[in-house]
């Protein structure tokens, strides 16, 4: 909010004209809680200081930074093909819809390499479900 618009000042003025030094700071306390009541979200950077060698094997400058992104929660939600706004519930009917159609069991009668073939990939929706389950607390 612009500094004009706050309600902290707008409080405090308010408090400071109607009980004097007491009444502004609790004016300026309670503006400030409804300020933040009404706030609009914000979206916060993290960023992770690189060392020599990063997890990959990569030699980085020493002083850089960049942006931290969680890469296999990204992964994990293409994985089971949900965008990462979805709801619980739409997590687990993509999960079960993904395990219906990959479950080993199904493919049985295709021969060992489809067999194999759809082992590996239910591992993989089931480790995309429990990292996005991780992520939400679930």
């Given at each position: ?13 308010i ?6 030094g ?5 004016g300026?306390?309670?503006?400030w ?12 950077f993290?960023?992770r200081?690189?060392t ?9 400058q ?17 994985t089971?093909?949900?965008p ?19 479950h ?11 067999r194999?073939e ?8 089931t480790e ?11």
């Amino acid at each position: 909010m612009s500094c004009l618009l706050s309600f902290k000042i707008i409080f405090a003025f308010i408090g400071w004209r109607l009980g004097g030094g007491r009444g502004l700071l609790f004016g300026f306390l309670l503006g400030w809680l409804i300020d933040s009541m009404y706030r609009r979200p914000t979206i916060h950077f993290t960023f992770r200081h690189g060392t020599d060698d990063d997890f990959n094997g990569y030699q980085r400058q020493e002083g850089t930074w960049e942006p931290y992104v969680d890469v296999t929660l990204q992964e994990a939600y293409r994985t089971l093909g949900i965008p990462s706004t979805a709801t619980d519930d739409q997590v687990r009917q993509a999960y079960r819809q993904m395990a219906l159609r990959y479950h080993p069991d199904r493919v049985e009668a295709q021969g060992e390499a489809a067999r194999q073939e759809a082992e590996k990939r239910f591992r993989e929706i089931t480790e995309a479900r429990d990292i996005i389950f991780r992520a939400r607390g679930i």
